[in-house]
């Protein structure tokens, strides 16, 4: 006995290098979830702002529920999202909440820009990913027992890389006439401290090892129910939000594409948090601020002719960013802190009566024992045909609008993010399944 | 696996997973409830 107790334990190597793939594999879905959200918003900008922000709003989220819907069938199935819910039944309540959060964020965060333009507006709600790591290390027991290097890593590369988003809109936000200043900076700090809340429920999917998939499903249902809710009320009852849809047809194809893109960010978003946790996932999703002024300035010509100051803060501000967004990513959980987010997974296992085995695999990316795996039905084929052709209809009525576009530049960003999805996409099924 | 008592638990309790009372009394299913209502009367008079 005291032999075998001599000889280090293979399992635990095997599972300590694992829980290392598994870090950097979130690292860079972290990174591609700002590649493919900063994209989301670029089709948005062929929307003349003589259309009303509900609708685009609208839109976006109706791409992203049919989006949602069938690229879990297309990826793993119907029926595995079925299967999953079964075991943490309780978890739909969180996803349809998150959506809720989502959407009302959203509508806050256009009613800032509203009152006080984008360049005070964004950096009160990009604040978000301060507040998700404070729920991470309160609820979720992220950090804890992690050295205080990488504490110090995790918590000031968050701030710089939100000093380098604030420097970033200071460049790219033109100051709107501030027509009620104290209700938009409200209505900004509003739509960062939901924005940051609603990680709440993303980390409590996923230390019950919940796939992300599955949980964005829900997650839309909640989304769209609110946005519509939202959109008809604001614009006065549903005859008059239908009617700013028709006489808007031509463009509605823009923010609708936007919001596929901005699901495959979003799905990205959700693995890195599922394999990093909040407080280094969200950070380093957060740099889509670089991405989008990218789009900005190359493909769409924005910025052109401005003086030396506003270039200055484009580099100074992406430096910053990427500066944080190094120390964030550089600074892994140790083996005690993974210890520590064992402990909120056991919290959810004993609370909810939910099979420790089923929790214990999926957090780690594992298929279920007795599992039969990703299995496709008629079903599927429907939900991805019926989105293919939601695409191919609004596509049909839309209409190139004449502003000048960059297509070297567009195809070249395109290019990347094919890469990236990839890239990124190929490594997910490799090592996690898509779990 | 045992339960909250220390005894193994039943295949019953692996098959069922428990739901209202835990979530009612889960501050994780509280505190974004409370940040949800308040952002819907913030949105109330920003409006």
Partial sequence: VDK?????????SIERSRQQKLQILGVFCGLAAAVWLAAAEAPSKLVTASVSPFVISFMMVLGAFVSRWSLPALIRGTSDVLVDTRKVPHLIVWGVMAGCLWAVGNTLSILAVRDVGLSIAFPLWNCNSLIGIFW??????????????????????????????IVLSLASGAHGAS?????????????????????????KAYVTGMNPLTFLTY?????????????????????????????????????FLGGLMWVVGDLFQNYATKYVGISRGIPLSNT???????????????????GTGVYLKVIGGSVLMAIGAAAVALSSATGSEYESWKEASQRETDRYGIDAEYVSNRVEGIESPGSEGPRRTWLDGL???????????????????????????????????VAVLIAVGVALARITKFN | VTNNNGQPTTHRQHAKPRLLKPMLTDIQFWIPLVVLVGALVLLRFAE
């Fill in chain 1, 4 to 12: 075998a107790s001599a000889i280090p334990k293979p399992v635990l």
């Fill in chain 1, 136 to 165: 991470g290390i309160v609820l979720f027991r992220e950090l804890r027992r992690a050295p205080w290097s990488r504490k110090a890593a995790v918590i000031v590369g968050a701030i710089v890389i939100c000093g380098g988003a």
């Fill in chain 1, 179 to 203: 027509t009620n200043p104290t209700r938009g900076l409200w209505s900004a700090i509003g739509a960062g401290v939901v924005w940051g809340s609603m990680y709440i429920p993303y980390r």
């Fill in chain 1, 219 to 255: 997650f839309t249902v909640g989304e769209l129910g609110t946005m519509t809710a939202i959109s008809v009320a604001f614009l006065g009852g549903v005859g008059p939000f239908w009617h700013e849809l028709v006489i808007n047809e031509h463009i509605l194809f823009w923010p």
């Fill in chain 1, 288 to 306: 889509n601020q670089i991405w989008g002024l990218l789009w900005a300035i190359l493909v769409f010509g924005e910025l052109q002719g401005q």
């Fill in chain 1, 383 to 417: 939900i991805v045909t019926a989105a293919v052709l939601g695409f191919v209809a609004l596509g049909y009525l839309a209409h190139v609008p004449a502003i000048e576009i960059h297509w070297t530049w567009l195809t070249s960003l395109a290019a990347i993010m």
